[in-house]
């Protein structure tokens, strides 16, 4: 058993005002691992005075220091790559290839946005006015417990770019990871107060981060429901907001695609993060004339999956991260039943063979039609919904009918028909034929999908405020 008991503020661990402890566990084994000890409003408002502190030489700051400090995070986040795996493949146990991606890619954030900062010009003239894009103010960042690392790290980068400090208050169900990334960040020697990490639940250190007077921006990942919350509460100090929510993607299956390729690449978009994942492309549009073969190929892809120990790296699954999370799910497995949908493969309970952690059956739904919750709600974990549709345009209105928009996939022998649906669909990125990630490509929702984009110039120009001197 562990536990956690400093917060990160001013350049030092130390122990946190709150006293209560939430449990830590090893979702594979459902075992308690540790526990944390969780900070309070005193914590938020010494993390707040630290960063307003730093701000002052932050903001001043040249570029050059800024790529200097990007670059000193890179290599001390690097240089604990083993650690990091180890960590979130215990308190999280997420599959080794979204672990494999998920790493590095908190290393690498920091280099993508030295990249962005070194192109990007703060000063331009426009007509008579000389326009200066300035730091926003003291930021804050609220993550979610799916990609902690990178969570973190991606919203730290585009603020130190920015030249603007930030307090972080992550997931308490990710705390080991927590402290490990904060001993990362450390060594890499930034001015005190430039960074400032505190645990907490979202109702009490969240709360108070969106409602704290010298807060001048929140960007948030995570649900909906609570991005309302914080958007009601930073409305009163009319703090700037990026939210980053939830997402029913659409998942097109054109009638020209080449099912040996395409069925693979439409798992891995919907499965991803063994579905705990806002981008998962949960709802697999099919053309009628072909239905009966995507179902037939969907369902044989999906029974050859393994579900199971992180350590194994053949498991493409692993467990959800709580007892909560994995009652969520069942009882949408179970709604789908009640719904009218037939089950293709997968169902509720746990897979063959594991009678122990929170492992769900990966589910397809057929019969499905785009009114039922199934289709509608974001149930965050491996369950799909196969839905017919007739022809591209039914196609485009069905993946358009949902209150979300975050992603989108299109799968299709032909390039050119595929980008002619992509621009049809309301969504902040369409990916063609599961196409990589592009890093420096702005990311972000359309409708309840969130506000606000992240990554490359639109994510640093999010902390930024401009300015015009007419002369």
Known sequence: MRTIDTIYINGRFVQPHGTELAPLFNPTTEAQIGAVRLGNEQDVNDAVAAAKAAFAGLSQSSKAERIAMLHGLHEAVSARAADLVDAMREEYGAPAAFIGFSVPHAATAFLHMAETLNDYEFRRRIGHAEVEMRPAGVAAAITPWNS?????????????????????????????????????????????????????????????????????????????ATGRAILQAASMTMKRVTLELGGKSPNIILDDADLDLVIPQVLAASFANS????????????????????????????????????????????????????????????????????????????????????????????????????????????????????????????????????????????VKRAKRVAEQIEAGRVVINGAPHEPLAPFGGFKQSGMGREFGAYGLESFLEPRAVLS
């Open 148 to 224: 902690n690392y990178g969570f973190i790290c991606s919203k730290l980068a585009t603020a130190i770019a920015a030249g603007t400090t930030m307090v972080i208050k992550p997931s308490e169900m990710s705390a080991i990871q927590t402290q490990l990334i904060t001993e990362c960040l450390h060594a890499a020697g930034l001015p005190d107060g430039v960074f400032n990490i505190v645990n907490g639940y979202g109702h009490v250190v969240g709360a108070a981060l969106s409602a704290h007077r010298d807060i001048a921006k929140i960007s948030f990942t995570g649900s909906t």
């Open 275 to 414: 579905g705990q994942a806002c981008i998962a492309g949960t709802r697999i549009l099919a053309p009628e004339s072909r239905l009966n073969e995507i179902q037939l190929r969907l369902a044989d892809a999906v029974s050859a999956l393994k579900v199971g120990d992180a350590k194994d790296p053949a498991v493409s699954i692993g467990p959800m991260v709580s007892q909560k999370q994995w009652d969520r799910v069942q009882s949408y497995i179970h709604l789908g039943q009640e719904e009218g949908a037939r089950l293709i493969v997968g169902g509720e309970g746990r897979p063959e063979g594991l009678d122990r952690g929170w492992f769900v059956r990966p589910t397809i739904f057929s019969g499905v039609n785009n009114d039922m919750r199934i289709a509608r709600e974001e149930i965050f974990g491996p369950v799909l919904c196969v839905i017919p549709y007739r022809d591209d345009a039914h196609a485009v209105e069905i993946a358009n009918d949902t209150v979300y928009g975050l992603q989108a996939y299109v799968f299709s022998s032909d």
